[in-house]
Every structure is written in structure tokens, then in C-alpha cells.
């Protein structure tokens, strides 16, 4: 357990830094910053100057090298806009976005799990068919369109909840139902598949002519059974709601680090950025460790 452990940790290094090289890549061919932050006036001293001060008129490898070196010791750089420490900047967003995360993902389960379930029981029947297409349409849908179209609805027609920002739990209810739909549609599918694989087996068939209960042998034989696909998809759906929210906190105006992103881009704010990626690409990679770890508590045939 504690080899692989390591070893899967170990992993984490040679991801983290292909991330942060391409990530570099990309900010550097998108234009320079030095044109946002200096006055139209400027004399082209006084440009070079602040590309100087910046280490901009470095070439390429020696600003990524800079960069690398500073980003193991955890510093991102300062930003340019703000004139705060990125990582710092990106930290005081990070509750936000794990709060919206947390609770989408909760939402999704809780929706996804009875939905799925009943699908597979009911099979064929118009339970399932609405189910079905509920599904298709939660992945589908794009979120910015389902995020305004929730707001147009609960917030202006009916006035439940509020249109943007912060502060009380009715602002959580709106983005987290944008976000955890498409998830909940994904997890319904694969539930309702797995358990329709399941549901063949010989051991529910004998299960039920030992006169188990319908309710156990569906939970205990049947939906226990098919966790393994189930968890696989959930870790993927981590990805799929940490770059969602990028989408979802803009239309809600939600404080998180996906907002904090789109700003940074627009401004070219690379220190930000890539102190954003960072830190979203490391909570993706722990996620997926942890559901590895779930995989062998979930079913001890797994080994490590």
C-alpha cells in the first residue's frame, strides 16, 4: 500500500510539469503583457524598461527555466493586475470552487444514483425512456445556456433565488444544479448500463430465489457490484466540473478560481494563470488517487 502510494505520487511530478510547460507555451505565444500594463504614451525606454523589470527580454528557455525554478519553491510570480503573489491570489478563490464543486457533486449523486437505478429495474418502460432522454438532454445542454436559462426562470419570473454573486446558500443552488447536471446525466447512463450488466448475473438470480428481499438484493448484490465503473466515471466528472466551473462561475458570478481565470486570460495575467492551472491540474490528479484508493476498498479483488 505504501509502495503505491509513492509511486502514484511519484507520477504526479513528470504530469505537473508537462502541464506547466505547455501552459508557459501558450501564454507566451499569446501576446505581451508589457502592452496592457504601460501607458499609451510610453517612450520605448520605458517599455524596455518594465520588460526588463519584468524579465520579459529574457529568450524563451530562460524565462521557463526562471519560472520552473520558482514554481518549485511555490512561488508563481506577482500579479500584474492585482500586485498580490498569484498563488496567494489563487488560494483565497480556491474555498469558493471547492464549495461549488463539492455540492455539484453531490447534487449529481444524489440525482443520478435512484435515477440510474430505477432506469435499469424498469427497463424499456416509459420510466426508463424519460430517464433516458433527461439524460441525453443534462449532456447536451451547454451550461452557459442552462445557467441563463435558470437565472431567466428562478431568479427574474419567479424571484426564488438570486441572479448572481454570494453570500447566503440560495446563491449556491442555481451554479451547483448548472454544474452537477451534466454529471448526474453522465453517472445515470453508466449506472442504469452497469446495472443492467448486473442484474444478469447468476448470483442476483439465486439471491432472489432465496426469497431476498427486492430492495437488499438491488443494493446489496446488485448496485454494489457495479461501483467499480461507477467510481471511474465520478473521478473523470471531477475533471469535467473543475473546468466547467471556468463557464459556470462567469455566467453566476461566482468567486471562484474559475472566474479569477477568465479575468487573468483577458488581461494576459500570466502569473495567475498558470498559478490557476497549477493548482486545478493538482486537485484533478489527487482526485483520481483517491478514487484508485476507493477502487480497492470498494472491491478487495483489486490489487495494487
Not at 124 to 140: E, H, Q, R, T
Request: hydrophobic share 55%; net charge neutral; with cysteine.
Amino acid at each position: 500500500m505504501r509502495n503505491y502510494i509513492i509511486k502514484y505520487l511519484l507520477q504526479f511530478i513528470p504530469v505537473l510539469l508537462i502541464i506547466s510547460f505547455v501552459v508557459f507555451v501558450l501564454i507566451y505565444l499569446s501576446g505581451d503583457p508589457v502592452a496592457l500594463l504601460i501607458s499609451d504614451n510610453a517612450t520605448p525606454q520605458q517599455i524596455e524598461e518594465l520588460r526588463e523589470s519584468l524579465g520579459l527580454n529574457e529568450p524563451f528557455y530562460v524565462q521557463y527555466g526562471i519560472y520552473l525554478m520558482n514554481m518549485i519553491q511555490g512561488d508563481f510570480g506577482t500579479s500584474y493586475v492585482y500586485q498580490e503573489e498569484a498563488l496567494s491570489i489563487v488560494l483565497d478563490r480556491l474555498p469558493a470552487t471547492i464549495l461549488l464543486g463539492s455540492v455539484s457533486m453531490i447534487f449529481a449523486i444524489l440525482l443520478s444514483v435512484p435515477l440510474g437505478i430505477l432506469s435499469a429495474i424498469k427497463r424499456n418502460s416509459y420510466i426508463d425512456l424519460i430517464i433516458s432522454g433527461f439524460s441525453v438532454a443534462g449532456k447536451a445542454i451547454p451550461n452557459f445556456w442552462q445557467g441563463i436559462m435558470l437565472i431567466l426562470v428562478f431568479s427574474i419570473i419567479l424571484g426564488m433565488f438570486p441572479v448572481s454573486g454570494d453570500g447566503s446558500w440560495k446563491h449556491l443552488i442555481l451554479p451547483a444544479i448548472t454544474l452537477g447536471s451534466s454529471a448526474a446525466a453522465e453517472i445515470t447512463r453508466l449506472i442504469r448500463s452497469s446495472m443492467l450488466d448486473v442484474l444478469n448475473q447468476d448470483y442476483v438470480r439465486t439471491a432472489k430465489s432465496k426469497g431476498i428481499p427486492g430492495h437488499f438484493v438491488i443494493i446489496r448484490h446488485a448496485f454494489r457490484n457495479c461501483l467499480i465503473p461507477v467510481i471511474t466515471i465520478m473521478a473523470a466528472q471531477i475533471s469535467g466540473i473543475v473546468g466547467g466551473a471556468v463557464i459556470t462561475e462567469t455566467v453566476f458570478a461566482w468567486p471562484g478560481m474559475g472566474q479569477l481565470l477568465v479575468k487573468a486570460i483577458s488581461v494576459r495575467d500570466m502569473a495567475v494563470v498558470q498559478a490557476v492551472v497549477f493548482v486545478s491540474a493538482f486537485a484533478i490528479l489527487l482526485m483520481n488517487f483517491l478514487a484508485d484508493i476507493t477502487y480497492r476498498l470498494t472491491d478487495p479483488r483489486i490489487k495494487y
